[in-house]
Nanobody, 115 residues
Framework: QVQLVESGGGLVQAGGSLRLSCAAS????????MGWYRQAPGNQRGLVAT???????NYADSGKGRFTISRDNAKNAVYLQMNSLKPEDTAVYYC?????????WGQGTQVTVSS
């Protein structure tokens, strides 16, 4: 089993920055993909960014140039640095780990950007 715990959400003014962290524990395979997804009220959960064990990244267009995903394989952790935040970035941000054909999700952390 795999457990994911997110942290770092909060309230920030437009133009500000936040750094989300996600720590994975349990049966972690050496090759996996971790990522961030978000869900705003009334919307479906969607991709923010993903990163594989070898460092290959993928970003949704909404975050390109503003968000940076990174990971620490030794700590089984993934991070999301979010700069130039906009009110439309307000959502619950979820961490996901995918390995061996299965997906695991964290409980989510709220990010609220005020205008």
């Amino acid at each position: 089993q795999v457990q994911l715990v997110e942290s770092g959400g909060g309230l920030v003014q437009a133009g500000g920055s936040l750094r989300l962290s996600c720590a994975a524990s349990g049966s972690i395979f050496r090759f996996n993909a971790m990522g961030w997804y978000r869900q705003a009220p009334g919307n479906q959960r969607g991709l923010v960014a993903t990163i594989t064990t070898d460092g290959t990244t993928n970003y949704a267009d909404s975050g390109k140039g503003r968000f940076t995903i990174s990971r620490d394989n030794a700590k089984n952790a993934v991070y999301l640095q979010m700069n130039s935040l906009k009110p439309e970035d307000t959502a619950v941000y979820y961490c996901k780990l995918g390995q061996l054909g299965r997906e695991y999700w964290g409980q989510g952390t709220q990010v609220t950007v005020s205008s």
